[in-house]
Structure formats: structure tokens, C-alpha cells
């Protein structure tokens, strides 16, 4: 299969402790983008990158939370010290974009955090 | 800054009956639209979207949109629902800052 992938696709974790989730995008896709969902919400923007630079951080995202794409291909999100407002599903999508136009976001199954 | 409205949290249909779900959007210029379908548990498929050009857009599994600009709307409409067809169905925009913003989505019930 080469859609967008996750993992792990559930972690559940005691408050304080710290989580990383990893994402695999479609491999031609510049642009990966992760969001948080929470029940009964739309997905809500958390940042994104083109190639390794993480362009836009939407103020959700707390200094517990930090995001990498080294290589410009996978990418990860950790989460620092959780807190029990962070259980959420958080997802990942990827891109091809040029400029303004980024093109239809293809996501991944997600993984869904539960903090105890 | 760009929102979307999705004014219906849940919607019940009877199997074949036809189906409209509400999405009105606030951008200044003209929009990129999205309709996100999501199934328990599993990440967002994209249904359909609007870039430009005819304003009826087709999308999978026999769904539609309309853009219209005068009303701020992009509504989606199957002229027959099927039992698979429940799921949550998420309206988004894209505008400056190439990312999707989402409504809260419309919880689709499809009765037998």
C-alpha cells in the first residue's frame, strides 16, 4: 500500500509521560501536514512542512508538542509531559504542492492518543 | 481567516431517499472546497473538490457538490443514499497558508 501511514495507530499513556507518533507520507509528496481531532470536532490544523521546513504552527500547538521532518520524508510528532487534554486522534496528511496550490492532502488512518 | 459552518450534527435518511448535507464557508477571495467522508475509526477520504471552472462538481460513490458564491455554499447532495453511506462527512477550505480548514462535520444516519 502506498498511502499516508502511522504509527502507532493507538497509544494510551499516563499523564506526564511523553508519546511520539510517526508518519510515512505518499513518497512523492513535498507537503505533510498534521492535525488533531477530538471527539466530535473537525480535524484542526497542528503545522505543516514543505520538504524538512516546518512553515506554519498553529497556535494549538504548545511548546510540549514539537515536529520533525529531517530527511524531508517521514516525520514525527512528540508530545511532551501529556496531559489528559491531549487524548485525541492526530493525523497525518501529505501533499504535492507548488506555491499556492497544494493540491488534494491524502491522510492517514491516524493515531488516536488516550491519556490516563 | 478562513471557517466553515456545517450547521447539521447529525442527519437521518431513509435508504434510497436523497440526501443534502449543509456546508457554508467564509473566505475572502475564492475558495478551495473539500468534502471529507469518515468512517469509524479510519482517516478521511476525500469525496470531492472545487478548484475552479464548472460549479457542479462530481465526486466517488455518486456524490455531488454545488459551489455557490452568492451564498457562501458548497452543499453535498446523492440523489440516493445507500446503508454505507453512514459515516461523518467533513466540509473544509483551503485558503491562505495551504491548509485545510474543517467544519465539525454532519453525522450521517442511514435507516433500513
Known amino acids: 500500500d502506498t498511502g499516508v501511514s502511522q504509527d502507532p495507530r493507538h497509544k494510551i499513556t499516563k499523564r506526564g509521560q511523553n508519546v511520539t507518533f510517526r508518519c510515512d507520507p505518499i513518497?512523492?509528496?513535498?507537503?505533510l501536514y498534521w492535525y488533531r481531532q477530538t471527539l466530535g470536532q473537525g480535524p484542526e490544523f497542528l503545522t505543516y512542512f514543505q520538504n524538512e521546513a516546518q512553515l506554519e504552527k498553529s497556535r494549538l500547538l504548545s511548546d510540549r508538542f514539537s515536529a520533525e521532518r529531517p530527511k524531508g520524508s517521514f516525520s514525527t510528532l512528540e508530545i511532551q509531559r501529556t496531559e489528559q487534554g491531549d487524548s485525541a486522534m492526530y493525523l497525518c496528511?501529505?501533499?504535492?504542492?507548488?506555491?499556492?496550490?497544494?493540491?488534494?492532502?491524502?491522510f492517514g488512518e491516524g493515531s488516536r492518543l488516550t491519556v490516563l | 481567516a478562513q471557517s466553515v459552518t456545517q450547521p447539521d450534527i447529525h442527519i437521518t435518511v431513509s435508504e434510497g431517499a436523497s440526501l443534502e448535507l449543509r456546508c457554508n464557508y467564509s473566505y475572502g477571495a475564492t475558495p478551495y472546497l473539500f468534502w471529507y467522508v469518515q468512517s469509524p475509526g479510519q482517516g478521511l477520504q476525500l469525496l470531492l473538490k472545487y478548484f475552479s471552472g464548472d460549479t457542479l462538481v462530481q465526486g466517488i460513490k455518486g456524490f455531488e457538490a454545488e459551489f455557490k458564491r452568492s451564498q457562501s455554499s458548497f452543499n453535498l447532495r446523492k440523489p440516493s443514499v445507500h446503508w454505507s453511506d453512514a459515516a461523518e462527512y467533513f466540509c473544509?477550505?483551503?485558503?491562505?497558508?495551504?491548509?485545510?480548514?474543517f467544519g465539525t462535520g454532519t453525522q450521517l444516519k442511514v435507516e433500513l
Open positions: 513518497s512523492e509528496h513535498n507537503r
Open positions: 473544509a477550505v483551503m485558503g491562505g497558508g495551504n491548509k485545510l480548514t
Open positions: 496528511a501529505s501533499s504535492l504542492g507548488q506555491g499556492d496550490h497544494t493540491g488534494e492532502l491524502f
